[in-house]
């Protein structure tokens, strides 16, 4: 039974909980289960809806561009552990006491709040022929002819991989950095007194313990990379996707169905079965992720 | 209690990730009302019931395409105008960005707000076509209101008897070339080149006293072969026909200039994008697209501009039709005002307001009368009227490319995939042939299966 005391204070919880809950169910699930019945129809907008079954699916599968979207989205997904081993690295190198530190957590910080089209903008033009890459490349004698990075079919896809780590590098550290500054010191201390060296202790006893935090990093991660799309629709204009669909990713392709041809039940149905593939390795990771911080001892 | 907690979590996270992933498909439940209940006022008899009885005081709602606030005098001087001779019809304009057309377009016709008359392109008036959304202007326009335009602008958005949009104003294609570019290959920088060959060897030039490209491809590929005559589709619309020794003869020649590194490879995909920005960053000599491009070139880099040449556009055959870029305007079938909507689009686009138009900005009418002005043939000393006298002489030749066919952007993003696939040295121009004949076919039997 819970005191009146409690009751009051799990009364006013709900309380606050209601109005962003109201908006999420305006602006969220509505939408959501909306979209659900959506993806059986060929709802365009602009003409009369009308109910086709599985057909939107059944089109997808046989969809070779939606097909090689997901492929493409799935490679996407190197970045996610890519990103994490950095971004923990950094993490452990800005979490010490030194002088200048606040310097290199916020300079780490600033991709984070660039603007992802300014920067996707620049990057490109790094990317290009006649870019700074290849000067610098050239210069330093790694490479002879320049490489047009964003044209080489075989290149393009890890070209714009190398925006969304860079982008995504600070939004983590600082994660990571909020994980390092709740894991005890006396763990630490008491393993550098037992004579476990600096890359022991981090290995053997911060990693384990920031588990919690890489599960969770690495879901948003995953989530973010599957659904990339800012980075491959600016770097690829003024053909989403090129060269021929090489970096087309499944949110590129959606949005393409849905805004450029109008084929608004089409586009429901590619995303929810994106969806689905989202909700597979969800599961996975929760399932073999889930151990870790101090039950990791237990 | 702890496995009831992890099943909540994983449930909310279930929960989150189909947010995430479905939102950007969600729509609103208005939306399928408007366009399920809203009864459409457009076809020909209602309108038809609805022309015999002016109506008293209607708004018609116009949108543009990005042209305020630098054309705000000219608009609101048309308008006036119009509203003085039609005392009933009021009209209220919005300026949309020509990025954001497509969303608000949407959002509008969602939310039961259409639009009576919006200034669309060729493409996306094409594809609006094809769901349904816009008025039959051969069933609910006059004869008189048809006449006005060049025929092969008009039949742009035609699709089968049907055609859905008045053309407005358009623009033409010229050579432009940097100058000081020219000096410095040692070539005479006023003498630019009359026809591909000589472009490819003041490429050559360039490429070897300068060490930077002349230009990226820009052609509309497509649109070549049917200046070369290959008629890409049967008469019927049932069969691709690009197999033939035009289509390779062409495809080879247009591949070796990527092999002899005439081209770069970022031009692939970058297209016109990547050569406006190389020749306004002076890394690129030539620029083949329309004149409106030399304003941005004057406001981004006015020394380039300065060593700026015009030119008439080298052909790749002496008289065939010229692709230009056309702008229309529409009409929504859910417009509830079709006569009075039709009478201002018409009046908008037609040779008085067309004329006045370009006298204010280097665009060229697509009617005829306008056409004929002495002011497209007379010519001053800068870039941008000698561009415009170039481009009129065009006009008569000017289209917009198309095929007349619902969703007809899946067989040209067809062709267009293999035929990059082929210049980055993804397969030989035979293999494209084949592959780009087989995935047109594949998406043009699809069409016709869902349009029949």
């Known amino acids: 039974m819970l005191s009146k005391l409690n009751r009051n204070r799990l009364r006013f919880a709900y309380l606050m909980i209601i109005p962003g809950f109201m908006l999420m169910a305006v602006f969220v699930f509505y939408p959501i289960l909306y979209g659900l019945p959506l993806a059986f129809t060929n709802y365009s907008v602009v003409d009369e809806m009308k109910w086709v079954g599985w057909k939107n699916f059944d089109r997808a599968f046989k969809d070779p561009i939606f097909i090689k979207s997901i492929w493409n989205s799935l490679i996407y997904l190197i970045v996610v552990p890519i990103i994490q081993l950095i971004s923990i690295l950094m993490a452990i190198l800005v979490n010490n006491r030194l002088r200048g530190v606040q310097f290199f957590r916020v300079a780490y910080f600033v991709p984070v709040v660039t603007s992802m089209v300014a920067a996707a903008i620049a990057w490109r033009w790094m990317f290009q022929g006649n870019g700074i890459l290849n000067y610098l490349l050239q210069s330093a004698g790694l490479i002879g002819k320049p490489i047009s990075y964003l044209a080489e079919a075989d290149v393009a896809l890890f070209a714009i991989m190398c925006v969304t780590v860079w982008k995504g590098l600070g939004y983590y550290m600082m994660i990571y950095l909020a994980g390092l500054q709740s894991i005890p010191s006396e763990m630490q201390e008491a393993a550098r007194i037992d004579g476990a060296g600096r890359a022991k202790v981090i290995w053997y006893i911060t990693i384990p313990l920031l588990k919690p935090f890489v599960l969770l990093c690495s879901l948003i991660s995953m989530m973010s990379a599957i659904r990339v799309f800012d980075e491959v629709y600016v770097m690829t204009a003024p053909l989403p996707g090129a060269p021929f669909n090489a970096t087309m990713t499944s949110a590129v392709y959606t949005y393409e169905k849905a805004f450029r041809d109008f084929d608004f039940g089409y586009a429901a149905a590619l995303g929810l079965i994106v969806s689905l593939i989202v909700m597979v390795i969800s599961i996975i990771m929760f399932k073999y992720g889930r151990k870790g911080g101090m039950s990791y001892y237990g | ?452």
């Open chain 2, 1 to 452: 209690m702890a496995r009831r907690s992890r099943l909540t979590a994983v449930l909310l996270a279930v929960v989150m990730m189909m947010t995430m992933v479905l939102a950007a498909c969600g729509s609103n439940n208005e939306s399928s009302s408007a366009s399920n209940s809203a009864p459409p006022t457009g076809s020909a008899q209602q309108s038809g019931e609805k022309s015999e009885a002016p109506k008293e005081n209607v708004q018609i709602d116009f949108w543009t395409l990005s042209l305020s606030p630098n054309f705000d005098d000219y608009i609101n001087g048309r308008i006036k105008k119009f509203e003085s001779e039609n005392p009933n019809i009021k009209v209220k304009w919005t300026d949309i960005p020509y990025n954001s057309a497509e969303n608000k377009l949407l959002t509008s016709i969602a939310g039961g707000n259409t639009p009576d008359v919006v200034n669309l392109n060729t493409v996306l008036a094409l594809t609006l076509a094809s769901k349904n959304a816009l008025v039959d202007l051969n069933a609910e326009a006059t004869e008189e209101q048809r006449s006005i335009y060049f025929e092969k602008m008009y039949n742009s958005t035609a699709l089968g008897n049907s055609a859905y949009a008045f053309p407005w104003y358009l623009t033409g294609a010229v050579f432009m070339y940097n100058k000081k570019i020219y000096e410095e290959a040692g070539l005479d920088p006023n003498t630019p080149p009359k026809n591909w060959d000589e472009v490819v060897q003041q490429a050559k030039t360039i490429k070897e006293k300068t060490g930077k490209y002349s230009f990226v491809y820009t052609n509309h590929i497509l649109a070549d072969l049917r200046e070369l005559g290959v008629p890409i589709l049967n008469e019927d619309k049932t069969k691709v026909m690009i197999n033939t020794p035009e289509v390779l003869k062409h495809a080879k020649w247009v591949k070796s200039l990527y092999d002899q590194e005439l081209i770069p490879k970022d031009g692939v995909t970058g297209k016109y994008t990547y050569n406006i920005d190389q020749f306004q960053a002076g890394q690129m000599a030539m620029l083949m697209t329309g004149p409106q491009f030399l304003n941005r070139v004057k406001e981004n880099a006015p020394d380039v501009y300065k060593n700026t040449g015009v030119a008439e556009l080298p052909r790749l055959t002496q008289d065939g039709d010229i692709v230009t870029a056309l702008m229309n305007v529409v009409i929504p079938k859910l417009s509830d005002s079709h006569k009075e909507a039709i009478a201002f689009a018409n009046y908008i686009t037609n040779d008085e307001s067309q004329l006045e138009f370009a006298k204010v900005v280097n665009i060229l009418p697509s009617t005829k009368q306008a056409a004929k002005d002495p002011f497209f043939t007379t010519e001053a000393d800068d870039p941008e009227s000698k561009a415009k006298v170039i481009t009129a002489k065009q006009l008569d030749r000017a289209y917009d490319f198309t095929f007349g066919l619902n969703r007809e952007n899946d067989i040209i993003k067809a062709f267009n995939d293999e035929w990059d696939k082929m210049l980055l040295g993804q397969q030989t121009p035979e293999e494209m042939i084949k592959a780009a004949e087989k995935s047109m076919q594949e998406k043009l039997d699809a069409i016709n299966a869902e349009f029949k």
